[in-house]
Every structure is written in C-alpha cells, then in structure tokens.
C-alpha cells in the first residue's frame, strides 16, 4: 500500500457483530460510548452482520441511525472492504 491508501485504513474501524446473538443493556450502552469515542477520534466505524436482537437494541436508544448511519452497515466483512475501497 502506498502512504496515503495506508492512511486511509487507518481511519476506519470494522466491527464485526455475527458473534453477538444477545446484548443486555449495559452492553447497549457500552456500544454507545465506545462508538462515541472512536467517532470523536475521527474514526469511520463500520458495522457488520448485525444480529437482529442487538440491532433492535441499538434501534431502541438511536444509536442507529444517529451514530450509524444505515449506509455504514454490512451484511459481511467483503462488502465493508468493496464499501471502504469505494469511498
């Protein structure tokens, strides 16, 4: 990679949910502040395969689509890769 593709990679974070079936609500908000903060830190997060109970959850106190916007969620990790290549 060259510096500048480098540098690119370096302001995104890929959260991969599929191994998250269940989150109670301290998770919920531990969720918010990490996603807060790495936003703060002028990261890109990406989220994905987001499980349906945990997407409710998030849904419930707006963090999507407040801090994640739908256009930065993705059924598996290639399509984050095509999405981030893409923008």
């Not at 531990?30 to 989220?47: A, P, R, S, T």
């Amino acid at each position: 990679y060259s510096s500048a593709a480098s540098d690119v990679y370096k302001r995104q974070v890929i959260i991969r949910m599929c191994r998250m079936p269940y989150m109670d609500q301290s998770g919920l908000y531990v969720m918010e502040d990490v996603l807060i903060d790495l936003v703060n830190e002028g990261k890109m997060v990406l989220l994905v395969n987001i499980l349906n109970q945990p997407k409710y959850m998030m849904e419930q106190i707006d963090i999507m689509p407040d801090l994640m916007p739908k256009e930065r969620m993705f059924i598996d990790f290639n399509a984050s890769m095509v999405w981030i290549k893409a923008n």
